[in-house]
């Protein structure tokens, strides 16, 4: 079976506006896997290594100090091309432009205050995996009941 492993941080403002059970819900709905899940003050260390790629950029301070404003959940999910399904339900960054029945489209107003984050590859999901779900007992391994109707096994994960 080919799954794909992915990172999902829901935003200290996706917990302001309790938006987390209705976030992971849609992922659960959709057919993805839960594999790990922790919710917790981050240290800005973690955010700033998370976010490393942005360090030269003019939002870089206002983005790691938003997302050590508050509570992040961190979601390990899994699933046949995960990294693409989830950054799709996402939607565009610019929430007012996020199509409708993403994430952003449906619950979100804002560019900067975008509820939620996903790797946008396999080498970034990798890295934010490791740095968020670091130690092996952060994730799971384990079989849904009902992965015959997620998928075709035959066709699709054979």
Known sequence: MSMERTLVLL?????????VGEIISRFEKKGLKLVGLK?????????????????????????????????????????????????????????????????????????????VHGSDGPESAKFELDLWFGDAADRCTWDPADLGWRYSIKEELS
């Open 11 to 19: 935003k200290p403002d996706a917990l302001q506006r309790g938006l």
């Open 39 to 115: 919710m917790r003050n981050f240290p800005k260390d973690l955010l700033e290594k998370h976010y490393a790629v942005h360090k030269e950029r003019p939002f870089y301070p206002t983005l790691v100090g938003f997302m050590s404003s508050g509570p992040v959940v961190a979601i390990a999910l899994e699933g046949k091309d995960a990294i693409e399904v989830v950054r799709k339900m996402m939607g565009k960054t610019n929430s007012r432009q996020a199509e409708p029945g993403t994430i952003r489209g449906d619950l979100g107003m804002s560019f900067s205050n975008n509820l």
